[in-house]
């Protein structure tokens, strides 16, 4: 009986043994790392003693925007070249001569490019719809379109003007307009009644000049 408790006492003097050196060396390890810890600051300190910070950049408010002022006279002379270039005033007979398929042609165009024009074999690069507008509205619509196509480098463009079913008595009232403005137009070469499949009576292909022309 005596041994036994002397064997207990003994491994419990070992064990407390064992905890305080490892409590010993927990603390010395805490020791070292709060210690180079405290050389790399040190060393870091040294390395920036001499820099000095950068200045804080300039802020800058931005101005309010400003309104585009009106082109009035941009404005108006678009007005008078829409009058001047599509109007209604001028009689298509003194320009030039339609045929029964209601197709349209400059002197110097041949009568190839409007057979090709007819048959579809010009890709149609742009298109118009000025179903549902007055007059006045298509009239402006058509001029701007024309004048924007060119610029792009459009060649052939369709213009659907409709077959007048919608309107008073179903007179097609845009269709002999449109073909009237084109004619009108320096920036068209060509054009004829569009075919079936790209709108038929309802539509005209227009052949446009080069805009480098």
Same mark, same amino acid.
């Given at each position: 009986?005596?041994s036994t408790m002397q ?8 064990? +407390? ?7 010993e060396r927990e603390a010395?390890?805490?020791?070292? &790392? ?44 678009? &007005?008078?070249? +829409?009058?001047?270039? @599509?109007?209604d005033q001028i009689s ?9 398929? @209601? ?17 579809? /074999?010009?890709?149609? /690069?742009?298109?118009?719809? @000025? ?19 060119? !610029?792009?480098? /459009? ?19 845009? !269709? ?8 009108? $137009?320096?920036?068209? @070469? ?12 309802? &539509? ?8 480098? $022309?």
């Open positions: 009986m005596k064997e207990h006492l003994a491994g419990v003097k070992r064990a +407390l043994e064992e905890r305080r050196r490892t409590e010395r390890e805490r020791r070292a &790392a709060g210690a180079q810890r405290d050389r790399e600051a040190a060393a870091f300190r040294e390395a920036t003693r001499d820099v000095v910070p950068l200045p804080a950049p300039a802020r800058l408010t931005p101005a309010a925007p400003r309104v585009a002022p009106v082109a009035h006279m941009h404005l108006r002379d678009e &007005a008078e070249a +829409l009058a001047s270039s @599509l109007s298509t007979d003194s320009l030039i001569d339609t045929d029964d398929t @209601l197709s349209f042609a400059r002197p110097g165009v041949g009568p190839a490019t409007v057979r090709k024009l007819r048959r579809g /074999q010009w890709v149609i /690069q742009g298109q118009i719809d @000025l179903h549902g507008l007055t007059r006045e509205e298509a009239r402006e619509a058509l001029f701007h379109f024309l004048q924007d196509t060119l !610029k792009a480098g /459009q060649r052939c463009v369709r213009v659907v003007h409709g077959k007048g079913l919608g309107s008073k008595n179903r007179t097609p009232v845009l !269709k002999a307009k449109v073909r009237h403005w084109l004619m009108q $137009s320096e920036a068209v @070469l060509a054009f004829t009644q569009a075919r079936g499949e790209d709108g038929g009576a309802g &539509a005209v292909i227009v052949l446009l000049r080069s805009s480098t $022309s």
